[in-house]
Structures are given as C-alpha cells and as structure tokens.
C-alpha cells in the first residue's frame, strides 16, 4: 500500500511514505531505522537503495533524508520506492535547504522508530544479509547498545582495496571498562565511521547524542562522545558494509587546507572534552590525527592552545615519544623544511607498535 503523507516542522517536511507494517503492532520485534542522507548522488542512490531491499531481515524502516539535493536524486528514490511491493517501510524527509551530512542524520534521528538506528551512507551499499547479521546478537541480548560488523573498501574503479581489519573477531564486550579498551587500544584501530553500527536508540536519546553540524570529520567526534558513555558492544568479523570511495566525496572536493582546519577542530573539541581519569589514553589515541591536520595549516594561537592540552594530557615520563612531536609541531616552521623536520622526527620516534 503506498501512503502519501507531507507535514511541516522546523524547516522539514515529509513526503511519500510506503507503509506495509506497523512497527510496533508485535512488542516483541525488534525494529530498526535505517538512516541515509541523500545529497547530489544520482549515481549512486539506486544501488545503494536496492541493496536496502535486497535485506533478507525487513523488518525496518528506512529513512531518507533530502538534503534539498539538486539533482534527480529523490526521484530516483521515489520510482524505486513506488515499483517495491514489500514489508519495508520507506519515508522520505526532506530539508527546505541544504544544511549538510550531520543534519541529515540528526533529523533521521529526531524521526526514528526503531529501537536500534544504522547508518548508510548514500554512495556505498550494505551486504544483503547487513540487518541480519547485525542484529543476531541484540535477539538473543537486548541489552546490547551497539553491534559493529566489518567493512571493505572499493576504489573509484571498482577494484577492492584490501582494509579489512585482521584484529576484528566476535565479541561480547559487556562492561564499560571493555569498550573503552576496544576504543583507546591504538592497536585495534576501531574505525570511527559511523556506519556499519547498528546503535540502540534510547542509548542514543538517553544521551543526547546528535552530530555537530557545518563540520568535516563529523564521525569522529560522534564516535568520541558514544564511546564516553557504551557499556555494553559487540563486534562481529562478517562484512556487511562496503564503502566506495569517489572523487567526489566531500572529503575529495574539499581543499586540504580546509579539511585540515576541520580536523584539527574536532581535536580542539575533543580536547576540551577529555574524560576525567583517561585524559592521556584519549590525547595519545586522537594525536596522531591531531598532528597531521596541524602541520596542514598555518600556526594559530587557537590549536596552540589545542597543542597544549593534549601536551597537558600526555606526561612526558609516560608519552616521551608523543611529547617530542607535539613540542616539534608547536615550534617547527609551518612550511615544506618544517614538514620535512617533522616527518624525520616521526620516523625516529615511533612506538614499537605502531
């Protein structure tokens, strides 16, 4: 049966809505929302819809939200929606004007049903057995918050790119202590996408947790805060996600100068924000990531001060090697001698594991 609903509020509105079952007329099902953002992604929005309905668990909603796109993106969104005859629910939200990637996900947020929320990006595709896989574990334990399956890369040209990460494996991590070793280990590289993670709604509202908007690098900082508060996630090694990665991609179109300020934004906030008690795990994970963005640009009092409280967070009797670094990148020239100075420092200074 297909819906037509619109309303208006706070600058979105919603229009075309398939609907073939309620969500919550059974308690006991467990319902999720997907979430996808559509912007400009003509080429790409088809394949990426048809593998939502290629799920061999639908029961879900999918949410697309219309970032005032001004290509044919959401016609294409509506001619696939109007030929599917299935159980999925399908709405379409739409933005009075463009307001970026976190937005589009905060209103899929604010408009979520489910009990667990996943994110997909636009341009890449989700396995055909993604819900299914990651919701075998929240079945059998519903007082799971997160399950994080695995991920492949592609390149433009369609040729894998080998990312899968060696460490990943099954596992039951149900103490917050547990989490905050899978997100703090250097080692293990948890990635800090926020896709491919299916997420408890109510830990999600419970929490207030929304993506900052106007900003690049958005997941890493919602990673941050989600893993400030997670005390009960579970990894499983099978891939249900696979990412594309596009010359047009924002993080692509963007000039290096300009991603680089972002970067080193979600530092300084990340900075200001260092959990009492684990300062020097949080500097020591998010440095790396700090420092590459910082000798991208000028040299500014404000990610001085940044450079500073991660030097604050990091004792040099315990992180010699990161305070090496950290005061070269304060004081080295911003130019190509003090990269060059840099990168010869990295090289003489790095950890045994890294």
């Known amino acids: 049966m297909l819906q037509i609903n619109s309303y208006k509020n706070e ?27 559509v912007y400009n992604v003509s080429r790409y929005i088809e394949r990426c819809l048809k593998s939502v309905i290629k799920q061999t668990y639908n029961i879900f909603e999918c949410i697309l939200v ?4 001004p290509d044919d993106s959401i016609a294409i969104c509506e001619r696939i929606i109007a030929a599917y005859d299935g159980p999925i629910t399908f709405r379409i939200l739409h933005h009075e004007h463009n307001r970026g990637l976190s937005a589009a996900r905060n209103t899929g947020i604010d408009a979520a049903t489910g009990d667990y929320i996943l994110f997909i990006d636009s341009d890449d595709i989700i396995s055909n057995d993604c819900v299914e896989k990651l919701m075998a574990p929240v079945l059998n334990n519903k007082n799971i918050e997160m399950v994080i399956g695995e991920h492949l890369h592609f390149s433009n040209n369609g040729l894998l790119d080998q990312h899968k ?7 039951d991590l149900s103490s ?10 250097i080692d293990r590289r948890l990635p800090p996408a926020a896709w491919n993670k299916l997420t408890s709604r109510d830990f999600i509202n419970r929490h207030q947790l929304r993506f900052k908007e106007g900003m690049i690098w958005e997941d890493t900082l919602w990673t941050f805060f989600e893993m400030k508060y997670l005390s009960h996630v579970y990894t499983i090694p099978d891939v249900t996600y696979f990412y594309y990665n596009h010359h047009d991609s924002i993080c692509k179109g963007t000039p290096q100068n300009v991603l680089s300020t972002h970067g080193c934004l979600v530092c300084d906030i990340i900075s200001t924000n260092f959990t009492p008690g684990e ?5 020591a994970k998010h440095l790396e990531r700090f420092l590459y963005n910082y000798f991208g640009i000028p040299q500014s009092k404000r990610f001085q001060d940044t450079a500073r409280r991660f030097a ?16 070269a990148a304060m004081w080295l020239p911003h130019n190509e001698t003090g990269r ?13 594991h890294a």
């Open 165 to 171: 990460s060696n460490w990943r494996c099954k596992e």
């Open 11 to 37: 600058c979105v509105s919603e229009s075309f809505v398939t609907f073939e079952l309620d969500m919550h007329e059974n308690e006991d099902i467990i319902t999720i929302s997907l979430i996808i953002p």
């Open 279 to 283: 300062e020097n795990r949080e500097a």
């Open 66 to 69: 219309d970032d005032a796109s």
């Open 176 to 185: 917050h202590d547990a989490v905050r070793d899978l997100y703090l280990t």
């Open 312 to 327: 604050k967070a990091l004792p040099f009797r315990k992180y010699p090697h990161e305070r090496i670094l950290l005061w």
């Open 340 to 352: 060059n100075i840099f990168k010869w420092l990295q090289k003489k200074n790095k950890r045994p």
